[in-house]
C-alpha cells in the first residue's frame, strides 16, 4: 500500500513492504551495532557526518592495533619482545591484534575491551539487554565489548562499587536509552537513611543511574550508604565537597586529588568533571542572556577570574585520568557553558566549550579512562538534531548524557514536559542517557512526588526513543497493553501500564467496574468495544488477553478489586471524589459487593452488564441508548467470537 | 564560530552567521508564506514532496484563474458575458484574474479568497498575528486571504457564531499552530451552565478551538449556549447527536440533512465528518491489534457492515459540502481509521483512508467550502516526520488537525505527556492543529484539572514547534522570562509564566522570600548568581529586569505575597506542606511580615539578606558556607553592575 508513495528507506524494514502491521524503527537507519550508526535517525541534509574515528584511534603510548585478515597467519605480526599481544575475533567478525607494553595490567573496561576480553560486566549488559545477542548472532557480549573498545559504550562500574550490589549497566546508543535522576539536594536536616530512602524511589521509578549531589549533611557517610545500597550506578560532581567549608578561589590541586581519590575510593561510578571550561571561552559567555548555569562551570569560572588563571581542572587533566583509571570511574565531562536558556543554545560558547570536550576524550581514552559527555540544556526544537550530530562529530561517538534539552522557558512548574520533549528528540538523534527534570526545576527543591513525576517523564522519552531507533523488542509491552486494551481487559491493561496503581485508580474514579466500555465514552460510544463485536476483525481477540469475569465468563463485568492504600492516596490528591466516595471504593470487600464463589479471578465480582450501565448511568451519566449487537444478531451478554 | 562546522543552512540565519546568539528556526526552513513551504522543517531524504497542487487547482465549475502578466492590460484577458472577473494582487505581488459565473455571491472565506476579497475576518486574523505583516511587507491580511484562497490556512467562523462574540482566528502551517480541547462527554447530570464554564477553563488555559463532544442531556439547548458564550470556533461531531435515540444502522440521509442544517444554523464552526472510511478500506483493518478507535469511524463501519453499503458520508459528500457552503462550516474531515496502538500507525488501513480524504478535500474545494483533515493518533516518533509530510502531498496542503500522536503506549495516566511529544513533533512537521489528549485518556472522564494539564501540555507542544519553525515574534517571551530569570527577579519571572501561579507556588512552598537564589541549589551554589555577579557578563543586567526591593532597593530580598487562594489550593494538592503551613502562607499580611512604608513594590516586604539565608537554612536546610563576594572585593548587600 505504502509503497505507492515516496517512503524513505532506511530502515530494516518499511511499512510499505509489510502492508498491515508497521514495524519498530522502520523510520530510523537500519540498525549497525559495531559500526558508527549504532541505533541512529537518518540525517537531515547538512548534518555533520558520524566521525570517522573511535576510542581505538586514541590508544594509550605504546599501544598499537592491527586489523588481520583472516587468511594470514597471526605469528606473521612484528612484536616487540617489550611488548604483549592480545588477538581476538570482533563480533562482526573482524580479526584485531593489539600490541601493549609487557606486563601492562587492565583494570578498566576499557582497557579489557581493547585486549579483546569479556568482562563479566560486559556479559551481564549484553544479559540484561538481549538486543545485542539477537543482532549479533547471539555474540551479545563480545557486541558489548566492542562497542566499549570503541568508546561508545560505557559501563559505569567502580571497582569499589561493584563489590557491593551494583547491577552493571551500560550507557551508549548501542543500547537502550538510559535516565539519571538526581537527589541528595542538600538538606542538612536530611539524614542518611532518608537519602537512601530517596534513592530507593528513585530506582522504583526505572531511574538508571542516580546522582549524589548532596552538598550538606555527613556528604562521607551518605555518600558511603548510597554507593552501600545502590544496584544503578551513581554519579557525583566532586567539586562540591571540594569547596565545602572552603572558599572556591582556595581551590588547588590537593584539595581536588585528595577529594577525587576519596570518592574514586568509595566506590562513586562516574565523576562530573567540567574541565571544559576555558578562561578563552568566557567572552563568549559575556553577551549570553543568562550567563553560565552550571553550578560546577559557574564556579570554575569564578576560580579563573580569580586567578587569571586557566581552568585547574583542563591543566590537570591527565592526573585527573591517572586517579579514576585505578578504580575504573567514568568521566561525565561537564558542560560548564550549556545554554541556560533557549537565546543562549547552540552559541559560541556552547561549541567552544563542546570542541574542547572532543579534545579531553581523546586524552582521557589514551589514558584508558572511559568516557562520557555531558550535554545541554535549553534548545529549541530545530536544533535538537544538529547538536546531538555535532557531538558525535566532535566526540567520535562517545556516549552523550543531556539535561533535557526544555524546548520552551516559560513554562515554569511543567518543565518534566517542556525537557521530556527535547530529551525524546535528542534521544531519537544520539543521546545516550537523559538527565531528568522535575516539576520543580528553576523553583525549588523536588519533592518525592516531582521525583517520580520527572522519573515517569523521562521513561517516557526514552522508551518512545528506543522505539523510534528500532531497538527489537522495545515495543513488545506497547503491544502486548494494545491488545489488552482492544480486548478490554482492564487488569491486564494496568498491569502492563508503567504505573498502574495511577491507571487503576483514574479508571475506578469514574467506574469500578471492569466492562466492556469506560467512562470516557460509556458503553454506546465506545468504539474499542464496537470494534471487538465486529466479527471480520482481530481487534480485542488475541489469545490470553479475553477479560475472565465470573465463573469463567468470558467478558462479563466485574467489580473491580478495594482501591490500594497507593491508589486511595492518587485519588485523594486529585480531590475529584470525597474522602468518603474515596473510602468507600477502598473499604470493598468481597462480601460487600457479593462475591461468586466459582471466579476464576480474584478481582472477579461479578456484575450483572445491565447493573454495569446503570452504575455508568449512575455515576457518569451517559445515555446508553444504542446497542449495535442485535443489529449485528449478537445476543445481548455473548461476546463475538 | 559554528560555521567551522558543517551545519544545515535552511533558515532565515543560521547560528554560525551570528557568533553569539541563536535565532528561532535557524535550522528550519526559511519561510515562505504564500509558497507551498510556509514555515516547514527540512526534509530527511526520502519524505514525500509538498504537492504542487492548491485549492486554485480545485475551483468550481465554470470558474477559471489566470496569472496576468503585470505589463499585461487587463483589459486583453477574454471573458464571456456569463461570467464576471475579478482581478487582484497577491501579497507576493502576482495579478491575478479569476472569471466566475455571473451573479455568484460569495459565502465562504474560500470564495472571498478567491474573488480576491480581505473580508474582516481575514483582516483580524492578521491583526491577531502580526508576522503575516511583519513577513509580507505589511500586507498581512492579503496574505492571509492567499492563504485561505490556496486552501493551506481555514478561517472556521460560521456566519452564525459571528453574530455572537466570536473572535476570528486561523488555522494553518502559515499561522501559529493551534490547541483544541473536548469537552462535553456526555454527561446527563451536567447542566447547560457547567459546560459553558468548562468553555471558560478550557479558553483560560489557552484552547484556540473547543469540540462540544456532547453525547448526552438537552444537546441542541447546551449547544446554542455554548456557541453565544465562545469567543473561540466551536467544532461538533454531527453524527453523535444523528443517532440519539437511534440505531446507527436506522442512519440515512433525510436524518444526516436534517442535523448538519440544525447544527449549521445554531453557528458550528467545524463539523468532523467521517467520510473517508469507505467499504474497501475495512478488509485492511482485519489484522489491526486494535481496530477502529474513532467513535464515528466504528459506527461508520458497523453503518457499513450491516447495510453492506458503502459510506453514507462519502456518497454524499457534494451534498453535505452545499449544507456546509451555505452557512460557513469548515469541514474537519474526520480519520476513522486512526491508529488506536503504535502497531497499527501508518498502515495500509490509514493509509487508504487518507488518499480518500485527499478526494474528498478537492471535491470541498470546488464547492467552495473550507477543509482541515484530522491525523492519528498513535505514532511512533521516527514515523511522525512521514504522516504529516504524506498529508501535505495527498491533500495539497490543506491544514492537518492531529490528536497526539501518542509516542508509546503505556503510560496511561501520563498520555498528556506521551502524546504531547508526538504533537511536538507533527506541529514542527506540518500539522497545523493539536486536539488535546488529557491524563484521563484512555480511563474515563477528564475532570477540570486534567482539561487544565491537557491543555498545557498542548499549549508547550504549540509553542515549541513555532519557536523551531521560526515564526517571528514566538521566542520574545522565552527570552523575557530568561532575563528574568537571570535578573533573579522572581516576580517578573512568574509574571511571564503560562501558568503564574503554579510556579509562585512551587517556589514558596520551600522559601517565601524572593531573593538572589532559591531553595533548588541555594545561595552558594546558585550558578545565576554567580553568573549576574560577574561584572564582565551581561547576565541578569537587562534594563528594566532587575528586582526592586525595599525603597527602591535593587536587589535586596523581599518576602513574597500572602499566597491566593489559587495557590494555596495547588500547593494543598500537592501534599508537602501542611494545612498550617499553607495558611500560614496564605494569611501572610503586610503587618505580619513588617512592611516597608517606602516601598516601589506591593510585594516588597523587605527582608534582611541574612534573614533570607536564615530562613533558607530553617527551611531548606542548604549550608551556607561560600561567599564569592569578598573573593572578587564586593560588598555583602551590593549587587555588582
Redesign the interface.
Known sequence: ??NR???????ARN?GQT????T?????NAPDIGGPMMFS?????????ASAKTAWDFLPDGWQVSRLDASMPSDSMPSASSHSVAEFTTARGQRLRVAYPAGFTPITQLESARLGIVTPEMKRVAEREPHFGVLCDGRGAEAVRDEVAAGRLVIPANINHLKYKLDPMAIGRASLTKVNANMG??????GTDEEVEKLKWAERWGADTVMDLS??GNLDECRDAILRNSTVPIGTVPI?SM???????DLDWSIIEKSLHQQAQQGVDYFTIHAGVRRGH?K????????????G???L??WM??HNKENIMYERWDDICDILRQYDVTFSIGDGLRP??????????Q??ELETLGELTERAWRRGVQVMIEGPGHV????I??NAK?QR?LCHGAPFYVLGPL????????DH??S??GA??MA?HGAAMLCYVT???????P?K?DVKQGC??Y???A???D????IPGT?D???E???A??ALNWEK??E????PD??RA??D???DVDTDF?????H?????R???E?Q?????K?DGYERVGAGGKLGAPVKSAALTPEQEEILA????LSPDEIHKLASKTKKAVGADAGKANCHSDYVDPDAAKGLQ?EK????V????R???GIAKEDRVV
Chains 1, 2 share one sequence.
Not at 19 to 22: A, S
Not at 243 to 249: F, N, Q
Not at 524 to 528: A, G, H, Y
Open positions: 500500500m505504502l508513495y515516496p517512503a524513505p528507506i532506511h530502515g511499512p502492508p498491515d502491521v508497521t519498530p524503527g522502520s523510520f530510523a535517525s537518518p540525517d537531515t541534509p547538512g548534518m555533520p557526518a539536594a542538600s538538606p542538612v536536616s536530611s552538598t550538606g562540591y569547596i565545602i567549608g572552603k572558599k572556591i578561589e568566557l563568549h559567555v559575556k553577551n549570553r542572556l543568562i550567563g553560565i548555569v552550571s553550578r562551570g559557574s564556579l569560572a569564578k577570574l580569580v541556560g536558556g533557549l537565546a543562549d543554545a547552540t552559541d559560541a560558547a561549541i567552544a529549541p526544537f530545530d536544533q538534531e544538529w555535532i562529530t524546548v520552551t522557558d516559560m513554562f515554569p512548574g511543567y514536559i517542556t521530556c520533549i525524546t528528540a531519537y516539576p520543580k526545576e528553576h523553583l525549588g527543591l519533592k512526588d515517569i517523564a521513561k517516557i522519552a522508551h518512545a526513543a522505539i523510534a531507533l528500532g515495543r509491552r506497547d503491544d497493553l494494545t491488545k486494551r482492544a491493561h494496568f502492563l501500564s508503567f504505573d495511577t491507571a483514574y479508571h474514579e469514574d467506574l469506560c467512562a470516557m465514552c460509556g454506546d460510544w465506545c468504539s474499542v464496537i470494534s471487538k465486529i471480520e476483525f482481530m481487534s480485542g488475541a490528591k486529585r480531590g475529584v448511568k457518569v451519566g451517559v445515555l441508548q444504542v446497542d449495535l442485535p443489529a449485528l
